[in-house]
T-cell receptor, first 113, second 112 residues
Framework: SQQGEEDPQALSIQEGENATMNCSYKTSINNLQWYRQNSGRGLVHLILIRSNEREKHSGRLRVTLDTSKKSSSLLITASRAADTASYFCATYAGGTSYGKLTFGQGTILTVHP | GAGVSQSPRYKVTKRGQDVALRCDPISGHVSLYWYRQALGQGPEFLTYFNYEAQQDKSGLPNDRFSAERPEGSISTLTIQRTEQRDSAMYRC??????????FGPGTRLLVL
């Protein structure tokens, strides 16, 4: 079963604009990860944020985590047409769920040139 | 270096046939995972291994599904007596230990 819900389900923006995607989850986590899936390709790991972190940056990506609200957001700044993809959040609970990632349903991002 | 590879990339089979999907993880990665992804959905966990030991198979939908990793490297996911509802993308991932998982391109299975 899917742990998270992502919002919006689809997002369409112009090149150069920022894109924000949100993810909510239900149970306690050890860390939360974001993945990108291009059409016809595999999942690519983007960034991991641990439960004791609130914000993390990697290039044009900024991730926030609010464990009290069980939510995370992914911000892509100065978007490019090549950022067009589906973006998934995935939670890692640890403990008895050792090894298992639980994915959300994803946000489809379209960046128009 | 080489990433995770999966074969075949596409598999079309008739209902009732058995299929075997192969995953070749990144060399040296301890952990190997199988997921299934329906169209428009995120991947759903099936099972995972540390070395050759199957640590968790709670996501396998029923006893027609099985997986092995006999030498702690290559893994095979087998689906017996396939059904149309088994049609999906099957994804394999590996990691040096837990946490960040590196995914292969997937095997798209179509059961007619």
């Amino acid at each position: 079963s899917q742990q998270g819900e992502e919002d919006p389900q689809a997002l369409s923006i112009q090149e150069g604009e920022n894109a924000t995607m949100n993810c909510s989850y239900k149970t306690s986590i050890n860390n939360l990860q974001w993945y990108r899936q291009n059409s016809g390709r595999g999942l690519v790991h983007l960034i991991l944020i641990r439960s004791n972190e609130r914000e993390k940056h990697s290039g044009r990506l900024r991730v926030t985590l609010d464990t009290s609200k069980k939510s995370s957001s992914l911000l892509i700044t100065a978007s490019r047409a090549a950022d067009t993809a589906s973006y998934f959040c995935a939670t890692y609970a640890g403990g008895t769920s050792y090894g298992k990632l639980t994915f959300g349903q994803g946000t489809i991002l379209t960046v128009h040139p | 270096g080489a990433g995770v590879s999966q074969s075949p990339r596409y598999k079309v089979t008739k209902r009732g046939q058995d299929v075997a999907l192969r995953c070749d993880p990144i060399s040296g990665h301890v952990s190997l995972y199988w997921y299934r992804q329906a169209l428009g959905q995120g991947p759903e966990f099936l099972t995972y291994f540390n070395y050759e030991a199957q640590q968790d198979k709670s996501g396998l939908p029923n006893d027609r599904f099985s997986a092995e990793r006999p030498e702690g490297s290559i893994s095979t996911l087998t689906i017996q007596r396939t059904e149309q509802r088994d049609s999906a993308m099957y994804r394999c991932a590996s990691s040096p230990w837990e946490e960040t998982q590196y995914f292969g391109p997937g095997t798209r299975l179509l059961v007619l």
